[in-house]
Every structure is written in structure tokens, then in C-alpha cells.
């Protein structure tokens, strides 16, 4: 056993001996729970802010954006971390449950389809080709890369993705697919995109998705694919650039926390969500996001100084939102 691990079992037998609590069990603690591809800027918001606020503690799940969304509305925690809009059933659920919340856009993100860097084929894919891939009718049919461009070759397709609860799988399915949730269900999946990195990193003919900070991370591992929106339009790689001129499409999106409403009385929340309003633009930049403008954060601020709940997105997810149309529409709201 190492010395510290030691100091630290007798140290809190040592205060139970006593009567007294471990310092930990005092500390006051906000919940989050969530989306993986917003894990990234919530764990380094929460890092930062214990570090600045002694006595504070912030757990961050990651159980994807519909998973994440069903703890919330039962009231189990005080943050959900979203890569998409909440929808009408999720607005249903928290109704039912008396959950009130907040909706608060943190950053965008380029959604990245990434391959092997040792594909040398395969250098670019219109949106045409990636439904061809990844929708349902292709299950069990198209299993080979020729069958999608016989320019491709006669190899097998190895796919890895987001698993069903979460929010880039909703994402991914809507703007390739052209329905939520309508996907092939013979792929690798997984709500831990750190899995979907590592499977796409081991095989030469493998292609997988997810939000571009895990691609950022792993640029020596995997090589992103440009995407051709439609005929007639360049391919356009992701990045921060593409991204704020809106030429990243369909697959750039707005990344979103909600707050509950009545955690908002806690001063723990109410000091970490102003904290992550100050420190957003910031630390999305840091892991590979695009942080949206001051004005984007500070009218988050006066929506939870103003009592202003809800969403603006109507339950629903809406393919190619710019940062542009955001910004004007949290000034509206």
C-alpha cells in the first residue's frame, strides 16, 4: 500500500474514532451528468472552479445527452451536460416531475467523422455516401466499402459510433440519415467515445464519429474526412474556422448545459454555473470547441437573472443552426 493511501485510511479512522467527519463529506456538491462530447469543457469548467473555491466538489457523469436527460428530469441531478436541444418527450418527463430548468448554450462543435490515417483511399465523402454507410437499410447488406463507391475497395466496412442515448447519435442520424435515432444497429458502439477512438486507431478500414475534441486529442491516431454537404459544394474538413463561417455542414451544432431551475437556490450551483458562464468561451477553445461570443454567455446570465426557462429549440433538433442564428435568437428569448 503506498504511504499516502495509508495516511488517508488512518487519518478518517482516526476522525470516525473521534466523532467527526471526514472533511470530503462536507464539501457542498453539484451534480452533472451527460453528454461525452461536453464532458470535455464541464470536467475542465469543474477542475478549474475547485481549484479557485475550496469546499465545493463537482461530480461529472458521463451517461450520454438521453441518459444524462432521464437523471435530470427525475430530479437526480442539478446539471445536464446536452449535445442537442432537449426534446418533447424529455420536456414531458421533466413537467411530469416538476423539473424546471434553464437552457444554456456553452459552445459549437464540429460533429467529425474520422477514419485510419492508413486509409489512403478514402479522402473525402458526400452526405449521400455516409447515408449509404450508416442507414438502416444498410444493416447486414452493405458490409463492404465498394458496395457504397465502387471506386472504394472491395474491403470490409468495420463502423464504430455513439450508442443510443446519446446526443450525437441523435445528431449524426437527423443530418446523414435524415430521422433521429435511424441508424444501422450493426456497428461498434459506445457512449464512451474514447472506445469508438481506440477502435477506429486499430483498423485500416474502419470509420466512426464523434464531437471534435476526442478528434483533436487523437490527430496522430486518426485522420479526420471532409464532408460534401451536397452536389456542387466543396469538401469541407472540420475545424473552428469552418465552423464560424458556417461552412461546415450538416454536422456543426450547438452544445448546450440545463440547469435545474430549483438547484439554482443552492449557492454551489448558482456559483459553478456563473463560474462556467465566465470561464466557457475559454476552456471550449482549450479542448478543441468553438466558444461562442461574450454576448452568448452573458445572456445566459440574464436568462437565470431573469427567470427565463425552457428552450428555444420547441423540443425538437434543427439541422444547421449557425452561430450566427444562435446569437440572434438567445437575444430574442
Not at 436541444?85 to 460533429?111: N, S
Not at 447486414?140 to 468495420?158: D, T, Y
Not at 455542414?249 to 448546450?256: G, K, M, N, T
Not at 425552457?310 to 449557425?322: A, D, I, L
Request: proline share 6%.
Amino acid at each position: 500500500m503506498k504511504p499516502n493511501a495509508l495516511k488517508t485510511i488512518l487519518a478518517t479512522s482516526a476522525l470516525a474514532f473521534f466523532g467527526a467527519t471526514p472533511l470530503t463529506s462536507l464539501a457542498q456538491v453539484v451534480t452533472v451528468d451527460g453528454s461525452s462530447t461536453v464532458y470535455p469543457i464541464t470536467e475542465g469548467i469543474a477542475e478549474d472552479f475547485q481549484k479557485a473555491n475550496k469546499g465545493y466538489k463537482v461530480t461529472v457523469g458521463v451517461s450520454g445527452t438521453g441518459g444524462g436527460f432521464k437523471k435530470f428530469c427525475r430530479g437526480e441531478t442539478d446539471i445536464s451536460d446536452a449535445s442537442r436541444p432537449i426534446t418533447a418527450k424529455e420536456m414531458e418527463a421533466c413537467k411530469a416531475a416538476g423539473v424546471e430548468y434553464f437552457e444554456l448554450p456553452v459552445a459549437f462543435d464540429a460533429l467529425t467523422v474520422v477514419i485510419n490515417p492508413k486509409n489512403t483511399w478514402l479522402k473525402q465523402a458526400t452526405v449521400a455516401e455516409l447515408k449509404a454507410v450508416w442507414e438502416p437499410a444498410s444493416q447486414g447488406k452493405v458490409l463492404r466499402w465498394n458496395q457504397v463507391n465502387p471506386a472504394w475497395p472491395n474491403e470490409p466496412m468495420k463502423l464504430f459510433g455513439p450508442g443510443a442515448d446519446s446526443g450525437t447519435f441523435e445528431y449524426f442520424t437527423e443530418a446523414i440519415v435524415g430521422k433521429p435515432k435511424s441508424s444501422r444497429g450493426d456497428f461498434t458502439a459506445s457512449e464512451d467515445d474514447n472506445v469508438l477512438v481506440q477502435g477506429v486507431a486499430g483498423d485500416v478500414n474502419a470509420m466512426g464519429y464523434f464531437g471534435y475534441a476526442y478528434y483533436a486529442e487523437n490527430t496522430n491516431r486518426l485522420k479526420a474526412l471532409p464532408i460534401i454537404a451536397a452536389p456542387g459544394k466543396p469538401a469541407v474538413s472540420p475545424s473552428a474556422v469552418a465552423v464560424e463561417n458556417g461552412s461546415y455542414q450538416p454536422l456543426s451544432r450547438p452544445i448546450f448545459i440545463y440547469v435545474k431551475a430549483a438547484s439554482m437556490a443552492k449557492p454551489e450551483v448558482k456559483k459553478f454555473v456563473e463560474f462556467y458562464m465566465e470561464h466557457g468561451a475559454k476552456m471550449a477553445n482549450e479542448v478543441k470547441y468553438v466558444g461562442l461570443p461574450a454576448s452568448v454567455y452573458k445572456s445566459n446570465l440574464k436568462h437565470l437573472t431573469d427567470g427565463k426557462k425552457g428552450t428555444v429549440f420547441g423540443g425538437k433538433n434543427e439541422v444547421g443552426v449557425s452561430i450566427l442564428e444562435l446569437v440572434n435568437r438567445e437575444a430574442k428569448n
